[in-house]
């Protein structure tokens, strides 16, 4: 919920920063390094559009096995009403999968991007995944580097939502 002074993002119109911090006492805005399962899952879908700023392994890492977990149940719980189909090709199933897929795909490109910044590379290395299998296998090593401190170029700066909200 939005108080008066921020917009719909939580973001403060004078200093363009969240101003709440979340539980762990970690400000949204910033990486929350070691992220329980439960604080990481809650930030996936409080940013589930902001492409700036960065996330921590812990925050990328939590949410890749939610959705994989996820998504595997989906699959899975409907072959249980129906034996006789092939493992994996229930149509609900596959229904279902796709519909996860779509919903949870800005986000999953967010914090992808989020998670490139912490370790100072562009979020735009995320259309590696266009390459079949290769793409992909760079991708997770980026997604496995350590936090680069010189990734903070990535965050909002002070000042940047409140001058692109006066110019409207």
Same mark, same amino acid.
């Given at each position: ?9 939580g ?22 390094v ?9 930030? %996936? #879908?409080?940013?589930?559009? &902001?492409?700036? +700023?960065?996330? !921590?392994?812990?925050? *990328?890492?939590?949410?890749? $096995?939610? =959705? ?55 979020? %735009? #290395?995320?259309?590696?995944? &266009?390459?079949? +299998?290769?793409? !992909?296998?760079?991708? *997770?090593?980026?997604?496995? $580097?350590? =936090? ?15 001058a ?5």
């Open positions: 919920m939005c108080v008066p002074g921020c917009d719909a993002w973001m403060s119109h004078s200093d363009g920063q969240p101003d709440d911090v979340q539980p762990g006492g970690v400000a949204l805005r910033d990486p929350f070691g992220a329980p399962f439960t604080e990481a899952v809650r930030r %996936f #879908w409080r940013k589930y559009t &902001v492409f700036t +700023g960065r996330a !921590s392994r812990s925050e *990328f890492w939590w949410w890749w $096995l939610t =959705s994989f977990a996820i998504g595997l149940v989906l699959q899975l719980v409907p072959q249980a009403f129906t034996p006789d189909a092939p493992l994996l090709e229930n149509p609900v199933g596959s229904y279902l999968f796709v519909l996860w897929a779509v919903v949870t795909l800005v986000g999953g490109l967010a914090l992808g991007a989020r998670r490139l910044h912490d370790a100072n590379r562009s979020g %735009f #290395w995320q259309f590696l995944h &266009v390459l079949p +299998g290769i793409g !992909s296998l760079v991708l *997770f090593v980026m997604f496995v $580097l350590p =936090s680069n401190p010189k990734g903070t170029r990535f965050d909002l700066q002070p000042g940047a939502a409140a692109t909200t006066r110019k409207r």
